[in-house]
């Protein structure tokens, strides 16, 4: 069935510093993909998402490329900073309805 | 507007006992979703609603779970005689347009 697989956690960066969580993935078809974050006490908030190999999707500083011929999905972000401190969660869409979500990456940042 | 509001926060219960947790979406929303995430794991797909049906529940883990939605609205999960490995965090999603998933807070159930 599909499935999700990002990096175990937690990854601890300064200030700053240059992000990347991988993210990988098996799927039949062409699912969309998406990172969602989960900061301290608050629900998941959709980060950004792409429908086709290629796209990119970007918000708050935030960037992935589905890369079809890698099935990956990585996220990176130049600087990162102090609030960035989250729980950051890989999924993607198999169908309309039904997501798969990773184990989730917990970032934290140090000032 | 109000976002996708869940209750109880949180809740204890002992082995056996029945449980009923609730969701209230964003009004309008006509597709609900129930997820499940346990320790160190990732979300687990429950359910989903489209408007008051339920076209998959084959996430639904054993027959002790069930769910409903009523007036396209409100849904309650179920957890009838509650096992130590039903304690997990039940995260509730609802959306209007596809892909655009709005999660509630979620309510932390433990089972002793």
């Known amino acids: 069935g599909d499935s999700v697989t990002q990096m175990e956690g937690p990854v601890t960066l300064s200030e700053e510093a240059f992000l990347t969580i991988n993210c990988t993935y098996t799927?039949?078809?062409?699912?969309?993909l998406f990172w969602y974050v989960q900061y301290p006490g608050e629900g998941l908030q959709l980060l950004l998402k792409a429908t086709k190999a290629d796209d990119k999707g970007s918000n708050k500083g935030f960037e992935a490329t589905y890369r079809k011929e890698t099935t990956s999905f990585h996220l990176e972000k130049g600087s990162v900073q102090v609030s960035d401190s989250a729980v950051y969660f890989c999924?993607?869409?198999?169908?309309?309805?039904?997501?798969?979500f990773g184990t989730g990456t917990r970032l934290k940042v140090l000032a | 507007g109000a976002g996708v509001s869940q209750s109880p926060s949180n809740k204890v219960t002992e082995k056996g006992k029945d449980v009923e947790l609730r969701c209230d979406p964003i009004?309008?929303?006509?597709?609900l979703y129930w997820y499940r995430q346990s320790l160190g794991q990732g979300l687990e797909f429950l359910i989903y609603?489209?408007?008051?049906?339920?076209?998959?529940k084959s996430g639904l883990p054993s027959d002790r779970f069930s769910a409903e939605r009523t007036g396209g609205s409100v849904s309650t999960l179920t957890i009838q005689r509650t096992q130590q490995e039903d304690s997990a965090v039940y995260l509730c999603?609802?959306?209007?347009?596809?892909?655009?998933?709005?999660f509630g807070p979620g309510t932390r159930l433990t089972v002793t």
């Open positions: 009004s309008g929303h006509t597709a």
């Open positions: 999603a609802s959306s209007l347009r596809l892909h655009e998933q709005y």
């Open positions: 609603f489209q408007g008051n049906s339920a076209p998959d």
């Open positions: 799927a039949t078809g062409y699912p969309s």
């Open positions: 999924a993607l869409a198999s169908g309309t309805y039904k997501y798969i």
